[in-house]
Every structure is written in structure tokens, then in C-alpha cells.
């Protein structure tokens, strides 16, 4: 008995010496061979698990694109589905590499909770559906409406601001996973469902009659969505960026997946530096020289992206509009590799 | 025999001589190894608290993260769908708390006593001589408690959901009650700046019957007089207050559920997240109750009944008099825990949407905030003193039914 216990002081007392030092992340993935990915529980053209339960979408590619330019493989990803409220704990934790997952970049979250927002992946704003039988056209008709919210989002917050300044007095019914939110908006507990519009549009193509509701024009926030990872740590932070840099400058110098290969021939010397054929960019974030080579070879650039996933072509139908290249009309833009 | 009690009677004196001289060493006395265990222990446990703690602390300043109780001060920023006491965006985190807390309190009052009524009812149920009754306790009994919580919570508010008509469709009563998928709606009574009078002397007069039953009863003890119990309570209560009502002018007005655009508007609605929660809760831990209540009756041996029965008491009083009060011994301390248990259970109600503490305090407020332990340790703290009070005043109830010993 005494001797147990003293083992137990013994190894307590040991526990004290060895402060937590923090690992590098870049490190840590070489070593296990993979990336992990925090993703949502599931929305359609950002992260959702297709007919064979692979892990697909927007935000899905961008880890994919990661594990390329680490492994050259961009299978070697992992995926963690998180609730809006579990997402940062996760990831400080460190049981997610990168939380890729319609997390909106905000100024508390980027400086208080100890994790770095990589750049913004997809520019949001925050909308409302509502049942087309209710007959209202603006969101300034919902007074008195009951509204359902996803807990622990910046949703919440956004709609308690928008209602509070136009005088509208809503009922928030707030439920912990998407599931019971939309769930509870299709048994008719809420009048209108409110988040991120580029997930509405995802929520609707889901819904037993999609036809049966409609968007309201009003968008009342800016969502700037984008990649996570924890504060601190450079080097992965920098690996992080450039990759989404990278998918970036891709599409503006027009190089694609299917033309890579060709481009490895261009004369072009931003296109020479983008897939090392000239300099080596790749060495001082811990990659190789073709490290963005390999992102556009497996996975394609912003805009190959984009349309794959959310763009015309797809149900959720979202016109680029914000999410263009700053030399199309957008703001997308990416810092030059040289 | 003889022989050896003569010798253990020359025993004592050799004994006393060893015992004011120990020759065993200090590290064999068990009060003292007794001591030191318990201080080893100690130091170990405070060791490993303070090991947990600083390990903490430099974790989170590893993790750049920000900490302390600073927050609780800011303002929160989103709304709650059901509180009981006034809030709005712009409140703290620290009224976010007590609105939690005192939406748990509710939950926990209300279902507490629901589950006590619907527990003993179910358990007497479960010895009734009746074949239908019987079975029917039995079955309940053996669903009810073989069903995760979580399950029949969600059943019960799906069922809500889809049983109750759309706001246009509302069942309306007379009386201005509404029942809706929105909730329960009832008129709320609005009282005017004198109803303290009359809520005073309601309070004395509450205070005053109570009094009086006392002495009643215990007349009816001394004399073996059986004299009225409840009436004159009932007037002692009514008469002075109905006078104060009237007297002091007070004037009581209802606030009337009324439909307004999307929703009906005033009065008190009852959400079907706190329905379903309450629900689920008193049913679920009512089958465990109506065991404990089972267990209690059958631990008082017919003896006692037909001893009762001999004494000439009546059937209500040889329950209330004999069974009941020997049958609380055995039921007291498991149904505390039963109380606990629902007090802490309430705490699923985040998987219905009800801003019960949990949710609003450790999924929103946490979310938004980032303060991880200052959150759940505060909401730790919350359930322990729930739990300690009521553990406290469960004692000291089960100290005055215990058994005397004369
Ligand atoms: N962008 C907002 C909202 C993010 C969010 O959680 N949106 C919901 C909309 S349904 C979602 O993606 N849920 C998916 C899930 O919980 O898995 C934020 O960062 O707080």
C-alpha cells in the first residue's frame, strides 16, 4: 500500500520536471505520414462524405492539396468531422492538424484563442431560409419568427447584432449539431434557418423539397471562411498558406491540373518559380522544390476548385462573384512566389 | 477449564507491565501507521492537484491561449430563446451563467416533484392487487428505465414536433391558453406596485396554517380526537388573503397570448424543448423511483399491517401512520440519489435545444469565449452545490424519519 503510494508521488513529482514543449507540427505529420483534417459533420461542396464515404469538397481539397505538397500523395489526409463547438478545442488540442471547416475569420478567434486563420478560402456572408408558404420577401419581415442556429458559430452572435439594430424581436432555438438544426427547421419548429448562405445553398440541395423554400436577399454579415491552424508554430503555418497561395496563383498564371505538365516547359518565369523549375521556394517552409507542382498535379488550382465543387456546374449552383481573381472582379488574391 | 482460568487470571498483572513499557517500535503501532498512510495520501493528492493544475496552466500559455475570469464581465453577444430573468445581447457571460442556472433550477424543481408524485404512484401501482394495474406499472417500469435517457429525450421532442399542429393550426383553449409546435402558451398574470401586500400576508397565512396543523395533529395524538385537518387550513390560507386582495385595492391583470404575424405574442410560453426536457426527465426517473418506492414498502413486514389493523387505525392511517413512515427509511437515500441523477441529467436538455446551463454556458458561452476550464469548472460548480444541498437536506429529512430507538 505505502509503497504504491510513494510510486505514485514518485512518478507525480517526475511529471513536474517535464514541461510540455510543443512539437513541430511539420514534423509530426512527416513522421505519422499523414495529415489530420478537422471537417464539418457534413455540408454539401465543402466537406461532405460522397456515395462511397470519401471525404469530398471544397474545404476537403484544400487538405488534399496539403498532403500533396507534403507527401505527394493527396490521399495521405484524414478527416475528423467537428461540431461548431467542438472545432477549436480540437484543433488546440492538437488532435487536428488543420481544421478546414466554414470557420469564419474573426478578430477574437484569431487572436485570443490560440489558433492563426491561414487566409480566407471561400468569402461569405450570412443569410436566411424560409418556408416559400410564409409568403415574406425580407428578413426585416421575421419579427416574431422562431430561428434556428447552429451553437457556438458566429451565426449567434450576427443575428442577435442584425435583429437587435432593426428592432425585430426573434425567438433563437440553438441546437448543437447541424443536424438537429435542420431538422428542427424541417419539422417546423423555427420559421427560418440562418448560417453561412454558402451553407443554406449546400442545406437546401439536401431537403426533401428544396423547391418548397427560398433565400432571403438580405446577407448580414461578412464570413470570411477559411483554414486553421494553431498559433505559434511558423512553419506549419507557413506550409498552410502558401499551399492556399499556391492554388491561388495557379489559377491566375492559368496552369491547371490538366496542363502542368506542359507548363513545366513555359518560359514564363512566375510559372518557372511556381513549379520549381526555377529557384527552389520549397526548402524554406520544410517542402521540396515541386511542392506546388505536386498540389496542382493531384488536385487542380482555386478555380478548377471551385467549379468542381460549388460552382455552376453543381447543385449548389454559387456563382464566384467575391470568390473571383482580383484580376476577374474578385478578391482573391495571392503574394507573388519570388 | 479450571486449570486455564486460573492461569488467565494470574494474566492481567504481567500484561499491565508490558503495557506501560512499548517495546515495539513506533513504525508497528497501527495509530500511527494509521497517520501516516493518511498523510502520505494526502501529500499525494495534493501533489498530483497541484501537478494537474501547473501543467494546465503552462499548457495554456503554450498554446497562446488567454485565460482567467476577466470574461465574465464582457458581453456576451447572443441571445437566449428562454430565460427567466431579464437578458438581452448586451448582457455578461456572467449573466449568461445565471441564466443557465436558473433554467436548470427549474427544470430540476419542477421535475423532482413531478417524478416524486408520478414514483410513488407507480410504485404502489406495482404491488396493487389489481392484474391490469399491476402489469401495466411493470411494463412502464421496465421500458422507462431500459431506454438510454438521450433516446427518450429526443422522442419526446420529435413527438412534440410532429404531433402538434403549425402556429395558423394552434389548438386554442378557453382562457387564452394556445398549444403549438411553438409551446404551451398561457395568459401571465401582471400584478400592479401593491400585490407585495397581498403576497405578504399570503406568506404569513401560509406560515400561520402550517402552525396549526401542527398543533392539530398533535392534539389528535394526546386526545385520540380525529378532528379536521385540511378545510380550516384551506381557510386560514384563503380568507385573509382573498380580504387583503380586495382591501388593499390591488389589481390583477392577464397578459393574454395573442397571435401577431408569425407566432402568438405575451403572456408565458412554455418552449417544447423545456415540455419535452421535463418530460423525459420525470418519466425516465420515475420508474426508477417507483422501484425505490416498491423496495421501501415491502421492506415493512405484514406484521406491521395487521398489528395496525389490530389497533382499530383505519386503512389511510395504518399507510400514513405505520408503512409510510417505516417504508421512508429504506426509500430516503436511494431516492436522493434520484434526485441528483435528475438534476444532472438535465444537462442532456443541450441535445434538445433547451438553454439549459450546459448549453448556453458550456456549449455557447465556451464556444464564443475560448475560456475551456474557467467554464467548466465554474459549472462543475454549480452541480456540486445542487448536489451537496441536496444531499444536505435529504439527511436531514432522512435523520427525522429514521427510527427512534427508545
Ligand atoms: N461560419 C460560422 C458558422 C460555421 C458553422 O458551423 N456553420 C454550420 C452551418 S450548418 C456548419 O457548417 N455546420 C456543420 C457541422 O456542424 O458539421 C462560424 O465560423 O462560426
Not at chain 2, 385537518?229 to 388593499?248: D, E, F, G, N, Y
Amino acid at each position: 500500500m505505502s509503497k504504491k503510494l510513494l510510486l505514485l508521488a514518485a512518478t507525480a513529482a517526475m511529471g513536474m520536471s517535464t514541461a510540455t514543449a510543443y512539437a513541430d507540427t511539420l514534423d509530426d505529420v512527416v513522421a505519422k505520414g499523414y495529415i489530420d483534417c478537422g471537417v464539418t459533420e457534413g455540408v454539401a461542396g465543402f466537406s461532405f462524405p460522397d456515395e462511397n464515404n470519401n471525404w469530398t469538397g471544397l474545404e476537403v481539397d484544400y487538405c488534399r492539396a496539403l498532403a500533396a505538397a507534403i507527401f505527394d500523395d493527396p490521399d495521405a489526409a484524414r478527416y475528423t468531422p467537428l461540431t461548431s463547438t467542438a472545432r477549436f478545442e480540437s484543433l488546440s488540442n492538437g488532435n487536428v492538424d488543420v481544421l478546414s471547416r466554414t470557420t469564419t475569420w474573426t478578430m477574437s478567434r484569431d487572436t485570443d484563442l490560440g489558433i492563426s486563420f491561414v487566409g480566407t478560402m471561400f468569402y461569405d456572408g450570412q443569410g436566411f431560409i424560409v418556408r416559400e408558404a410564409d409568403g415574406i420577401t425580407s428578413a426585416l419581415e421575421l419579427d416574431g419568427a422562431a430561428m434556428c442556429i447552429e451553437s457556438g458559430t458566429t451565426t449567434e452572435l450576427n443575428a442577435a447584432d442584425y435583429f437587435a439594430a432593426n428592432n425585430i424581436t426573434v425567438d433563437t432555438v440553438v441546437f448543437v449539431t447541424r443536424d438537429e438544426v435542420t431538422q428542427a427547421y424541417l419539422d417546423g419548429r423555427c420559421d427560418a434557418y440562418t448560417t453561412d448562405s454558402s451553407a443554406i445553398a449546400a442545406e437546401r440541395t439536401l431537403f426533401p423539397d428544396p423547391g418548397a423554400h427560398i433565400i432571403l436577399p438580405e446577407i448580414i454579415s461578412k464570413e470570411p471562411l477559411g483554414p486553421v491552424v494553431r498559433a505559434g508554430d511558423t512553419r506549419w503555418f507557413n506550409v498552410a498558406r502558401w499551399t492556399y497561395f499556391a492554388l491561388l496563383n495557379a489559377e491566375e498564371l492559368g496552369v491547371t491540373q490538366a496542363n502542368v505538365d506542359d507548363m513545366l516547359g513555359s518560359d514564363n518565369p512566375e510559372i518557372m518559380r511556381l513549379l520549381g523549375v526555377e529557384g527552389d521556394f520549397g526548402g524554406p517552409i520544410g517542402l521540396t522544390a515541386d511542392w506546388a507542382y505536386r498540389i496542382i498535379k493531384h488536385v487542380g488550382n482555386y478555380g478548377e476548385l471551385y467549379e468542381r465543387h460549388v460552382g455552376e456546374n453543381t447543385p449548389l449552383n454559387i456563382p464566384r462573384g467575391l470568390n473571383a481573381l482580383w484580376t476577374d472582379g474578385g478578391i482573391q488574391y495571392a503574394p507573388p512566389i519570388r | 477449564m479450571t486449570d486455564n482460568s486460573a492461569q488467565l487470571r494470574g494474566a492481567p498483572q504481567r500484561h499491565d507491565d508490558t503495557r506501560t513499557q512499548p517495546k515495539t517500535s513506533i513504525l508497528n503501532d497501527p495509530r500511527f501507521r494509521g497517520f501516516a498512510y493518511q498523510a502520505m495520501l494526502l501529500a499525494a493528492l495534493v501533489a498530483l492537484v497541484w501537478w494537474l493544475a501547473s501543467n494546465a496552466a503552462a499548457n495554456l500559455a503554450a498554446q497562446n491561449k488567454a485565460t482567467g475570469f476577466g470574461f465574465l464581465g464582457q458581453p456576451a453577444g447572443f441571445n437566449i430563446s428562454f430565460t427567466l430573468i431579464p437578458f438581452e445581447r448586451a448582457a455578461s457571460y456572467l449573466q449568461v451563467y445565471f441564466v443557465g442556472i436558473t433554467n436548470t433550477l427549474l427544470v430540476a424543481s419542477i421535475g423532482v416533484v413531478l417524478a416524486t408524485v408520478i414514483g410513488f404512484v407507480v410504485g404502489i401501482a406495482r404491488l396493487s392487487s389489481n392484474f391490469l394495474i399491476r402489469k401495466f406499472a411493470t411494463v412502464y417500469i421496465e421500458i422507462l428505465r431500459n431506454v438510454p435517457l438521450l433516446l427518450q429525450l429526443l422522442f419526446w421532442y420529435y413527438l412534440l414536433l410532429n404531433a402538434l399542429p403549425n402556429v395558423r393550426q394552434s389548438y386554442t383553449f378557453p382562457g387564452g391558453f394556445v398549444l403549438n409546435q411553438r409551446g404551451f402558451s398561457m395568459p401571465a398574470a401582471v400584478f400592479d406596485d401593491r400585490s407585495w401586500i397581498v403576497g405578504l400576508v399570503l406568506l404569513a397565512s401560509v406560515i400561520l396554517a402550517l402552525l396549526w396543523r401542527r398543533h392539530t395533529l398533535k392534539r389528535t395524538v394526546e386526545t385520540g380526537n380525529r378532528r379536521p385537518v385540511w378545510l380550516p387550513m384551506a381557510a386560514i390560507v384563503l380568507v385573509p388573503t382573498l380580504a387583503a386582495l380586495l382591501l388593499s385595492g390591488t389589481q390583477i391583470t392577464f397578459n393574454v397570448p395573442e397571435l401577431q404575424g408569425f407566432n402568438y405574442r405575451g403572456g408565458f410560453t412554455a418552449p417544447p424543448e423545456l415540455t419535452a426536457l421535463i418530460v423525459g426527465l420525470v418519466m425516465y426517473t420515475a420508474a426508477f423511483i417507483a422501484e425505490i418506492v416498491r423496495a421501501g414498502i415491502l421492506s415493512v413486514s405484514h406484521g406491521q399491517t395487521e398489528a395496525a389493523a389490530s389497533l382499530g387505525l383505519q386503512e389511510g392511517d395504518r399507510l400514513r401512520l405505520v408503512i409510510i413512515p417505516q417504508a421512508m427509511r429504506v426509500i430516503v437515500p436511494p431516492l436522493t440519489s434520484q434526485y441528483l441523477n435528475l438534476t444532472k441529467n438535465s444537462s442532456l436538455g443541450a441535445a434538445i435545444g433547451f438553454p439549459e446551463l450546459v448549453s448556453v454556458f458550456v456549449g455557447t458561452a465556451l464556444n464564443q469565449s475560448g475560456r475551456a476550464i474557467e467554464i467548466i469548472g465554474l459549472t462543475m460548480l454549480v452541480y456540486l452545490t445542487f448536489s451537496l444541498t441536496t444531499s444536505l437536506f435529504m439527511n436531514w429529512y432522512n435523520a427525522r424519519v429514521a427510527l427512534v430507538e427508545r
